[in-house]
């Protein structure tokens, strides 16, 4: 319903929310990645 209204504060709220989610995700499964795996390492 926002995009059809075209409210671009939430479109774009929801957006960031997003995409910092995806990024958090990522950062969590890597960590994850390299505690659970010995060939992993850090530089």
């Known amino acids: ?3 059809l209204q075209q409210d671009i504060y939430v479109v774009m ?3 960031i929310l997003g ?3 995806l ?3 990522n950062l969590i499964a ?3 990645l390299a505690l659970v ?3 992993v390492r850090f530089e």
Request: hydrophobic share 60%; glycine share 6%.
């Open 23 to 25: 990024i958090i995700g």
């Open 30 to 32: 890597d960590i994850l």
């Open 19 to 21: 995409a910092v989610m």
């Open 13 to 15: 709220a929801a957006s």
């Open 37 to 39: 795996d010995p060939r």
């Open 1 to 3: 319903q926002a995009l």
